[in-house]
């Protein structure tokens, strides 16, 4: 992997582009309710349980939510993309708005509690104030693929993660899962351990983080276990090892 020196002065960053084969299938709406939160900007949370940090707060222009435990799937949930599109004619457009987890949080029989930003978007044009006075509204979602990039480098199909800033090398590793394109969960991550020869589960923290104490010295080699959204599960393997003197990611947008 190569880095370029800008990258070299702050943090040597550690994404790792993997690629998932696309699952094709038609999807139903689903009908739930959907509320908002409320922030200074109209964007998200940067403490959202995924463990995005900042990046949760502005990824997809801050088109993103909070959802239901069934939705969130104890972390595995993070990171997947909804279309989800209000109920009343009168006041919402037909598409909606695409929106990205980054989120959990329960409310009154809801799915989806939004951003600002992505609650507003549900509206017509001059309506958004209206809706919004509602508080909650009926609506209607189904999961669709993820098309949003975190950075410049990602192309069409893969996995993009990062090396969290809670890591302490070379004693403690931990990832953040920032993007899986498709309609696929990530529901397993190891490393292979080149002295026992063998793949090392490492465990879910919380939300979209995994961790492993004392993780294999060299170069790390990762795979990752997909879930698609019909429930068939296959592993997908880096194909590029993180370095052998691995240190903290850094997205260009924070850096």
Known sequence: MEFNKHEKQLYTVVIGFLVLFPVLCASTF????ATYY??????????????????????NNGYVSAVSRALYKDGAGCGACYQVRCKNPHLCTYDGVNIVVTDY??????????????????????????????????????????NYYPTHHINNSVITYKISEHSNYPYYLALTILHVSGKNDIT??????????????MRRVYGAVWDMANPPRGPITLRFQATTNLGYTYWV??????????????????C
């Open 38 to 59: 409320g922030t200074p900007d109209g964007y998200g949370t940067p403490s959202g349980a995924c463990g995005f940090g900042e990046y949760g707060r502005t990824v």
């Open 188 to 201: 397993a991550v190891e490393l292979w351990q080149k002295e026992t020869n063998q793949w090392k589960a």
């Open 30 to 33: 689903t009908a739930s309710r």
């Open 105 to 146: 949080g329960e409310g009154d029989r809801t799915d989806f509690i939004l951003s600002p930003r992505a609650f507003s978007k549900l509206a017509l044009p001059k309506a958004d104030k209206k809706l919004m006075s509602y508080g909650v509204v009926e609506v209607e979602y189904k999961r669709i693929s993820c």
């Open 237 to 254: 393997y880096s194909t590029n090892a993180i370095p052998k003197l691995w240190k903290v990611s850094c997205l260009s947008s924070q």
